[in-house]
């Protein structure tokens, strides 16, 4: 009796220790998980503002960040300044086809011309919708203005090959991934209307 009771409290002392253990570990994975993704969006600030951190290390990064980029608020609407160029960052983010879709999208000083964009989080194909995040897509959008001649929104990617390279606001699509971008095109001019009143220079 006395060798089953033995057994039971050090089955359950165990129990509880690796209990303590796993949850230590849990919540250690989890703030490096959330410091990884807070790092991350920093590096795709700094990549849409085109200031270079590859070689950096973390600590560097984070110092390259605070000295030149500003963050600022506007109702619920985060958005960044570079303090080098006065270049103006927008967070995106919306449905693609598989999940969401998160990036960036920087507009030089005219808060018009697109500077550079990037999708840093998404769940779409690879090789078909998941070549948004590539440079061979983003840089596309590179000198594209986001107004018509009536100050609308209307940045757009097209199904296929753009015809006329004088038009300043279509940006050439992926062959194989329409609903991917057909999801990006809206949620990009969704984000950018939310922002409207500032960057026509009345916010």
């Not at 993704?37 to 110092?63: F, H, M, P, W």
């Not at 999708?119 to 986001?146: A, D, M, R, W």
Request: aromatic residues 8%.
């Amino acid at each position: 009796m006395h060798s089953n009771f033995s057994t039971y409290r050090f089955i359950v002392i165990l129990t509880g220790i690796a209990a303590l253990l796993l949850s230590f570990t849990s919540t250690s994975l989890n703030d490096r998980i959330e410091q990884n993704k807070a790092l991350d969006v920093k590096k795709n600030i700094l990549k849409v503002a085109g200031i270079e951190y590859s070689e950096l290390t973390i600590d560097q990064i984070e110092k390259q960040y605070s000295q030149n980029i500003l963050e600022k608020v506007i109702s619920d609407n985060n958005y960044y300044l570079c303090k080098i160029d006065d270049s103006f960052i927008i967070p995106i983010e919306g449905k693609g086809l598989w999940g969401e879709v998160k990036g960036f999208i920087a507009l030089q000083k005219d808060l018009n011309t697109i500077k550079d964009i990037t999708f840093y989080s998404h769940q779409e194909t690879p090789g078909l919708g998941g070549e948004i995040e590539k440079v061979n897509f983003t840089s596309k959008f590179i000198g594209e203005l986001i107004f018509n001649n009536q100050g609308e929104v209307a940045i757009t990617i097209a199904k296929g090959d753009v015809k006329d390279e004088v038009i300043d606001n279509i940006v050439d699509g992926i062959s194989g991934a329409t609903l991917t971008t057909k999801g990006v095109n809206v949620f990009l001019k969704d984000d950018l209307t939310r922002y409207l009143k500032l960057l026509k220079g009345k916010g």
